[in-house]
């Protein structure tokens, strides 16, 4: 194994685990990355959905997209003459995705990185969901972001710093940040999750 890498023992079970979020179940490696707070990715979810508003026949692309919980919500948006493109960078999760989504040909989940990915893109989404880890998504992304010019941007963010850093990158480029909340997803901690809606400047909200 690569130096620093840490090897995952099972001592009882399968070593998957199973969670249900809008219906949905998703069974995923135990060591995977899954929301903490066990009402917190239903809670994101609704609001993702509630903010996105994405039409049927949209397109939807969703960074650092992970098993696809919000991918799923934008896929019942856009139906199946829409398209989602869930990026997510661990192969693990992009496979445990597909398997849960395997009922919605119109959602794509694909192991990449989310920069290179972005600059491939040939058509601009309508609607851009990210939750980058704890570092933030930073101007190379948002840039790339932008750039893209979706009408709505949802974007999460696990540290008020970064997350507030990264809303001055998207202001900078016109965006307006029309609503946000926090969510005090670890309890008895000083962490606090926040999720904004920007909207493109030529957008009426």
Do not use: N
């Not at 066990?38 to 960074?63: C, E, F, K, N």
């Amino acid at each position: 194994a690569a130096a620093g890498a840490r090897a995952t023992r099972v001592v009882e079970g399968t070593g998957r685990a199973a969670e249900r979020v809008a219906g949905r179940r998703f069974e995923l490696d135990a060591a995977g990355f899954w929301q903490p707070h066990r009402d917190a990715a239903q809670r994101y979810s609704d609001l993702i959905a509630q903010w996105a508003a994405a039409a049927p026949g949209a397109t939807a692309v969703d960074l650092y997209s992970g098993v696809g919980v919000f991918a799923a919500r934008l896929g019942e948006q856009v139906g199946r003459t829409g398209s989602v493109l869930g990026v997510e960078s661990s192969t693990a999760a992009v496979a445990d995705g597909a398997a849960a989504l395997a009922d919605m040909p119109q959602v794509e989940l694909r192991a990449a990185r989310v920069e290179k990915t972005l600059a491939a893109l040939s058509d601009r989404p309508d609607v851009v969901v990210l939750d980058p880890p704890r570092a933030g998504a930073g101007r190379a992304v948002t840039d790339a972001v932008t750039a893209g010019g979706a009408g709505v941007i949802v974007h999460v963010g696990c540290d008020p710093a970064a997350f507030a850093r990264d809303v001055g990158l998207y202001a900078a480029r016109g965006y307006r940040l029309a609503e946000v909340r926090a969510f005090d997803a670890f309890p008895l901690t000083h962490h606090v999750e926040c999720l904004g809606l920007l909207i493109r400047p030529d957008r009426v909200r």
